[in-house]
């Protein structure tokens, strides 16, 4: 079982009080593969469906982000591998 990464850069590398700061957050988890789901619904007849797939990923990464000084992060994005996020330094 491979162990999830991530890693975790800022747009600078100081702050002035005010500043925006932007954290990018790269991610991933190869053990996560995409399912395909197929799903045939049946009456009691015997009326089927067609079928219906789908494909899902049952166990992906969630981000979030929180320091110890109480700054609020606000997610500006996140497409399942880069989250981006701004605070206020």
Same mark, same amino acid.
Request: glycine share 6%.
């Given at each position: 079982?491979?162990?999830?990464?991530?890693? !975790?850069?800022?747009?600078? +590398?100081?702050? $002035?009080? %005010?500043?925006?700061?932007?954290?990018?957050?790269?991610? %991933?988890? #190869?053990?996560?593969?995409? &399912?395909?789901?197929?799903?045939?619904?049946?009456? !009691? &007849? %015997?009326? $089927? +469906?067609?079928? #219906?797939?789908?494909?899902?990923? &049952? /166990?992906?990464?969630?981000?979030?982000?929180?320091? /110890? +000084? =109480?700054?609020?992060?606000?997610? &500006? +994005?996140?497409? =399942? $591998?880069? !989250? @981006?996020?701004?605070? @206020?330094?």
């Amino acid at each position: 079982m491979a162990a999830p990464t991530a890693t !975790a850069t800022l747009n600078e +590398s100081t702050y $002035s009080p %005010g500043d925006q700061m932007t954290l990018t957050v790269a991610y %991933g988890d #190869a053990d996560t593969r995409p &399912l395909t789901v197929t799903v045939v619904v049946t009456d !009691a &007849l %015997g009326n $089927s +469906s067609a079928p #219906a797939r789908v494909t899902a990923v &049952l /166990d992906p990464l969630t981000v979030t982000v929180a320091d /110890d +000084s =109480g700054r609020t992060w606000t997610r &500006l +994005s996140d497409n =399942g $591998s880069v !989250a @981006v996020y701004r605070a @206020v330094a």
